[in-house]
């Protein structure tokens, strides 16, 4: 599977944006789908993660409630609903996907698939 990441933007602290992964292949419902973030001078962190069927859903805690994920199976898309952004949220942002995993799970492994990144800046 191929996937292409896109959405972000310079956003000011507080505001929002969407990101969004659109998977190619087969299958997409079959894979669980993850965001990660990696700011500059910082390792990769995970951010949020979906399972196959959408069911469940599994958040870092420096997101919790402050942003969301969900997918599309019909459209072969993940997206990542940025709320109250802060300057901390500021990285290149990428979506993964793994095969017939948890969200859980995804927080941990290194997913088989990744898309390009896309940045995120938040500032005044």
């Excluded at 969004?20 to 700011?39: P, V």
């Excluded at 997206?79 to 990428?94: G, I």
């Excluded at 927080?107 to 995120?120: A, C, E, F, R």
């Amino acid at each position: 599977v191929q996937l292409q990441a896109s959405g972000g933007g310079l956003v000011q602290p507080g505001g929002s944006l969407i990101l969004s992964c659109l998977a190619s292949g087969r299958d997409f419902s079959s894979y669980a789908m993850g965001w990660f973030r990696q700011a500059p001078g910082k390792e990769r962190e995970f951010v949020a993660a979906i399972s196959w069927s959408g069911e469940t859903i599994y958040y870092a805690d420096s997101v919790k409630g402050r942003f969301t994920i969900y997918r599309d199976n019909a459209k072969n898309t993940a997206y990542l609903q940025l709320n109250s952004l802060k300057a901390e949220d500021t990285a290149v942002y990428s979506c993964a996907a793994h095969q017939w995993v948890t969200a859980q799970a995804m927080s941990i492994i290194n997913p088989d698939y990744w898309g390009q990144g896309t940045q995120v800046t938040v500032s005044s």
